[in-house]
């Protein structure tokens, strides 16, 4: 299921963004693995969306050596980190920066705002996690907030966790989450329901710095909702490392969990994509 939302994405790329930069076999997109992210599932993306001419960055040659043939022997492995490697080289278009368990650097994020800014037509996709303290937790969300902030984004992930009584796989914090509310027509088709296993809510902060729940009546110019809860959704806290900033423990509704933002850049726009769980 993931593996949909990610190719109509590309689908959003090319409609939403000017132009895209031309690529000889389809559109580069590199993964981040060099914060320390769980692939599972990376493989099956990969095959699923053949369009892409797909590339792993990973910290070190350990790391390469250590990866699955199913993602080595489909796609080019990048060692290194997010400043070092040549992104207007590569001609990517696309990073996916999965729920981190290791912060990037701040010349890291700078690369990253420094690429998003520099041409219309690119994707930027960070995820983060729940706030419950297992694979990334609130530190995932700040390190996610950090780049959102960098690359001058409203969205944010709130501090929190995002559960589901009604729409969801044996237990509340498996959400089984809408696509099809999405405020982008085209991801409305091919794709129903989507797994997020404990996510984060996604918020959104005003040029005051004031946070707010992200809904459909409540939202800043060109951000639009992709995936929701049911309307049984509700606010969990299960740390007290950091308190939320727009929604409260207990909170109940159609709780945003993936938007997407238009970025003005010189030309057109890019497209930074924020959810509150990994597509990998």
Known sequence: MKAKVVATILIMVAALAAPAISAPVGFPILVDLSHKQPLLGLDVI???VPEAQWYVLVKTPEDAQALPSS?????????GDLSKVDLEKLGIVMVIFGQPQAPPSPEEIAALAKWLKAAPGRA???AADSDYPAQGGPQSQ???NMIMEAV???LRIDYASAEDRVSNASAGYRVLAFANVSEIPVLRY??????FHGPGPVAWVDDAGKWHKLTPTEKPANVYIIVTTSPRGEIVKNSQVKLPNAYQPG??????????????VK???SIVLLSGESPY
């Open 46 to 48: 990969i095959r699923m």
């Open 267 to 269: 030309g057109g726009y």
């Open 124 to 126: 930027l996709w960070v």
């Open 190 to 195: 091919g794709v129903d329901r989507v797994l």
């Open 71 to 79: 993602i080595a022997n489909n796609a080019i492995v990048l060692v």
């Open 152 to 154: 001058g984004a409203h």
């Open 142 to 144: 700040e390190w996610a």
């Open 251 to 264: 909170d109940r509704g159609a709780i945003a969990l993936m938007a997407a933002e238009l970025i003005p």
